[in-house]
């Protein structure tokens, strides 16, 4: 039911997401009223507005976490983390590893 759900998120067009509440609906009618209780235009893609038609789902959060850690990212895996936990720790988002 997993795999379907987000396979009816991903619809990029209203006849794919159609399609996919019609699989929904072969393993379970009821999983199908109660998802339809929420509007498609908050979570599927087909309803979104035109940039948003692609796989890749980045964001700002995601490239600054990235950027924060990227010197962090070269050493070995137990120094990574411990330089990861201890900037968590202090709260120095703007500081360099």
């Known amino acids: 039911m997993k795999k379907l759900l987000w396979w009816s998120a991903w619809s990029t067009y ?7 509440l019609k699989n929904i609906g072969s393993v379970s009618e009821q999983a199908v009223e109660d998802l339809l209780w929420y509007p498609a235009q908050c979570w599927c893609r087909a309803y979104f507005d035109a940039i948003c038609k692609n796989q890749g789902c980045d964001n700002d959060f995601t490239e600054s976490f990235n950027k924060w850690i990227l010197k962090a990212r ?3 895996i137990i120094k990574m983390f411990e330089n990861v936990r201890i900037k968590a720790s202090s709260g120095l988002v703007g500081s360099r590893l």
């Not at 209203?14 to 996919?20: A, I, L, N, V």
């Open 14 to 20: 209203e006849e794919e997401f159609h399609d996919q």
């Open 74 to 76: 070269t050493q070995p």
